[in-house]
């Protein structure tokens, strides 16, 4: 891990200023329609337009409470027909790919401190009970 944040201090001010010039240039450049909070879970093409599903994971505190998904249904044209909004409750997120995504459980997160902290607490009272035995 050390070479990790060695590499991330050998980058120059030039590469910064490069690489945030790339990013902004990709956000201008986005595709049209494309909404930079959300998600696409779904785009279903019919006769008469399309339908689009888009998600949006809500956390508040750092816990995932659940997920606001919108549907839009447009018409041949572009012209937006219809809105609908639905909220879907629990430890949720969203996991998206090209042109379709899902809805899905958070991964919990490991951590480090917490198994620390109780390996050594089994230890301490590993010995504690080692030591009761010696003394009966």
């Known amino acids: 891990m050390a070479k990790a944040k060695e590499t991330k201090k050998a980058m120059s001010a030039e590469e910064k200023a490069a690489k945030k010039k790339a990013r902004l240039e990709a956000i201008k450049n986005r595709p049209e ?20 599903t888009w998600g949006y994971p809500v956390v508040a505190a750092r816990k995932h409470i659940g997920v606001l998904t919108t549907t839009i249904v447009k018409d041949k044209g572009g012209n937006v027909i219809s809105t609908a909004s639905t909220w879907v409750p629990g430890n949720l997120t969203i996991k998206a790919k090209k042109g379709h995504g899902i809805i899905t459980g958070v991964k919990p997160k490991k951590e480090k401190e917490e198994d620390t902290d109780t390996e050594e607490d089994e230890a301490k009272e590993a010995s504690k009970a080692k030591k009761s035995k010696k003394n009966d």
């Open 33 to 52: 329609g494309q909404r930079c909070n959300s998600k696409q879970i779904d785009v279903i093409g019919t006769d008469n337009g399309t339908v689009e």
